[in-house]
């Protein structure tokens, strides 16, 4: 039996064409209102919210015979969940380390480690972290998403600006710079329309220091319509207190992880020490580690490194720990969303004879599970103290730390800000 199509159908859909193009000729261009277009949106990623790749030029030592010692070409570093298996683990963690150089006070690679960051001003590699796109690694997926269907093009007004997540910002300065490039070349390419710069975790106190040390106020109003920050630890985070000592499994890594395997990798990067809590919002009485014998507070830091025999920790805190200073408020509107709600480490016990080498007990208060309210609003401060520009608040109740990335309200309020409703 043949299939005839329907000739009233036919005509229907060729009128609608006709139609279609008619109106495009004639109203499209001159008599009708183009839709609203989002301004053009930088993604400013978090810690462990970038890919990067390594290549082994040649290891002088590994840790199991299992290990490489060199490759022919560059290989996915993070995220790769096949990297997280028994033994091979420990391989990836001594990848991944950074040795801190205390003459120079900078980091660099483990020797026979070549790493590169990939995908810096495309979108895809901060929206998913692992090259599979497996769940675990979704990161600004759903943004992203939610912008392309409002009209966005991947690539050409959402673009991400990755980096190496590792390190703290006074190491970063190649990459920033490309930042001020990456911000004047979208905003050319995009019919000089201004920038919504939007961070996640980490990337919000980068951003923060990007503004006040990369660029001065002439540059900020002439190419930055707002910085939204979603979940920012902007005066640091209690988890960096337990990293140190014990090391942690982060929340952020899905992926079940031994923190006693990441504590030498998680004290290596500068990062860490660069999200340290801050006196900005931890007074000096407040305890932050308790032990059996002594009592820890942003007042004797250097004991807390000493105690837990990590003293190259100290010379990494004096570098990175108080980059963004007094945090200063950047001049430019700032629309700061977080999360709260979700019961979040405030203060950590070890007993007698734990410390610092087995997990604390916790004892929670309010934030995102990862960054504690105090540090996250960190913002309130510039309210009515930021070079004349607006600061608005927008607290997510029960949004977690990563899951904030995908909640309705936090989207809604991104909506806002790139097609300038708030
Ligand atoms: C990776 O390292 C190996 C060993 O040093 C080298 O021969 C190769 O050229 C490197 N690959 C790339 C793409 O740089
Ligand atoms: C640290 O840096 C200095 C100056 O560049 C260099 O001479 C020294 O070899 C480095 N130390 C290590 C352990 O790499
Ligand atoms: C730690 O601080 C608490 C509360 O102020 C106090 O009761 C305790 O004695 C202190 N512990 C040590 C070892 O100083
Ligand atoms: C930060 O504030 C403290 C206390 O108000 C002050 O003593 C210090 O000089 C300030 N530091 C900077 C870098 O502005």
């Not at 005509?11 to 001159?30: H, N, V």
Request: net charge neutral; charged share 20%; glycine share 8%.
């Amino acid at each position: 039996m043949r299939v005839v199509p329907n000739p009233s159908l036919f005509i229907f859909l060729f009128s609608c064409f006709l139609i279609g193009q008619t109106e495009s000729r004639w109203f499209g261009k001159y008599g009708r209102q183009q839709p609203p277009k989002g301004l053009p949106v930088i993604l400013v990623p978090g810690d462990g919210g970038s890919q990067i790749e390594a290549n082994l030029t040649g290891k002088p030592s590994t840790v199991h015979y299992v290990c490489s010692k060199q490759t022919a070409d560059y290989f996915d570093l993070w995220l790769n969940l096949e990297l997280f298996s028994p033994l091979i683990i420990d391989c990836w963690t001594d990848n991944m380390q950074l040795v801190f150089n205390t003459t120079t006070g900078l980091s660099e690679n483990m020797p026979g480690v070549d790493t590169r960051i990939v995908g810096f001003g495309a979108s895809e590699s901060v929206e998913w972290l692992d090259k599979s796109k497996a769940s675990q690694g979704r990161y600004f997926f759903d943004i992203v998403d939610s912008m392309v269907s409002w009209g966005y093009r991947r690539g050409k007004d959402v673009v991400g600006a990755p980096f190496d997540w590792r390190r703290s910002p006074n190491e970063l300065n190649e990459y920033l710079i490309q930042l001020k490039t990456l911000v004047e070349t979208t905003y050319r390419w995009n019919e000089n329309q201004k920038i919504v710069l939007v961070g996640h975790s980490m990337g919000n106190p980068l951003s923060l220091y990007f503004l006040n040390n990369y660029v001065d106020q002439a540059w900020k109003d002439k190419y930055i319509s707002s910085f939204v920050s979603l979940a920012a630890p902007w005066a640091g985070s209690m988890q960096i207190v337990r990293l140190f000592a014990s090391g942690y499994n982060m929340n952020y890594y899905r992926v079940i992880l031994p923190p006693s395997h990441l504590r030498a990798m998680q004290r290596s990067f500068t990062s860490s020490a660069f999200l340290f809590p801050s006196p900005v919002a931890w007074k000096p009485h407040e305890i932050l580690a308790t032990t059996a014998t002594k009592n820890y507070t942003v007042s004797n830091i250097k004991e807390f490194f000493a105690d837990i025999d990590y003293m190259v920790g100290w010379e990494q805190y004096k570098q990175a720990a108080r980059l963004n200073g007094n945090l200063t408020a950047p001049g430019v509107p700032v629309h700061c969303i977080y999360g709260t709600g979700v019961p979040t480490p405030e203060k950590f016990e070890w007993a007698a004879g734990y410390f610092p080498d087995y997990p604390p007990t916790e004892f929670m208060g309010d934030g995102d599970g990862t960054v504690n309210k105090k540090s996250a609003t960190v913002c309130t401060n510039w309210i009515n103290n930021n070079q004349g520009k607006k600061v608005t608040v927008h607290e997510v109740f029960q949004a977690d730390h990563m899951a904030i990335l995908k909640h309705p309200n936090a989207i809604e309020l991104v909506r806002k800000a790139i097609f300038q409703e708030m």
